[in-house]
């Protein structure tokens, strides 16, 4: 058996900023079926795929699960980058960071103590309710804004959890973080599409994190303003959290943002890059998870909110030489987003009349519309 402060400072010495640990225990799913049922996950099927309620679902024999916290926070997401992506992606993918330091913890808690060790670890990569878990370790309480929030180390953090078919620690019972919002509900006023429109229930159909990462269609039109400049993620709701104005800065070398690939690209940059260029370049990062095609798409929504005449010429030049339907359907709307020029019109009629796509036929449809260029070229036996 091991004492928690010596598993804890082991797991610093790894990089780790927190660790606690419960015993085996289910959680209720009733508020993870209830956000389900109302359809709140949106393209995240993989929530409703398998139940995360229950860790022996993951390992059979769990006795305990080991939690740790390890901060990703650093000062600015726009000091780093020409692109205004999510903290999280501003450094190398975490998982397999974390996975290393886990395995390396289970290798240190088999050899103290002598067990023939069975183990899982997952980091955000396993079917379970990891802030659920988290709070009930005593790591933070669960915000108004869905995450957990410690005390001292706020929001931006990375959960990671440890399985184990034994319990390795002397006894000692965690105790829940208790909530400390209070009246706070600056996230919720924040939020630019009111994605919390109730505390504690993030309705994901709404969520421009949601949008721009997990989802491989469309943008909802009436998200796409609202994304304004943000390529890759969003973090408004911890922006504005006051537990992370004064919360710790990480120091980990491998979660500091100067490792992150994205320095010198622009989103016009983006909207040019080559499949096997954004895999060369986006190897490593989180930013991979949303492919070409889809961090194409966000690009050209941005370009779009810009208002940056600059990047006219390379709009119209990508509406012949994209490929993705999707991106091209968002380049129309991008470039309705600027004054009409005829050029811009010429471009849309073309992509209305000729292009293979139904849906970029409709985006340049609808782009014209706005633009109040329709009623020049709109043909009424066009399907
Ligand atoms: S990530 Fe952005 S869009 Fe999603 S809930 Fe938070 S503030 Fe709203
Ligand atoms: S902004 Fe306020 S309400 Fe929202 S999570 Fe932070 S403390 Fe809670």
Redo the contacts with the bound molecule.
Sequence with gaps: MLSLQSLSSFSKSLGFDLLSWIPYTQRDPQHLELWLNEARHACLDYMAEHPRHDPSILMEHARSMILLTTSYNHPSSHAYSHLRIARYAHHLDYHEVLRERLETLATFIAAETGAQLAWRCATDSAPLLERTFAQHAGLGWIGK?SLLIHPSLGSFTLIAELLLDIDPITHTTPTPTPNRCGSCSKCLH????Q??ASPYV?DARR???TWTIESSGPIPRWIRPLIGDMIFG?D??QEVCPWNSKSHLSSDPKLLPSQHPTLSLSPLDILTLTSRQFNQIFAQSPVLRAGRHGLARNAAVVLGNSKNTSCIDTLLQRCSLEHSPLVRGHIAWALSQFDASPSIIHTLQQLMHNDPSSFVQLEAQLALEHLGHLAFSFDPMYP
């Design positions: 804004n924040a939020c630019p599409t994605a919390l993030l969520c421009i994190s969003c408004i709701c």
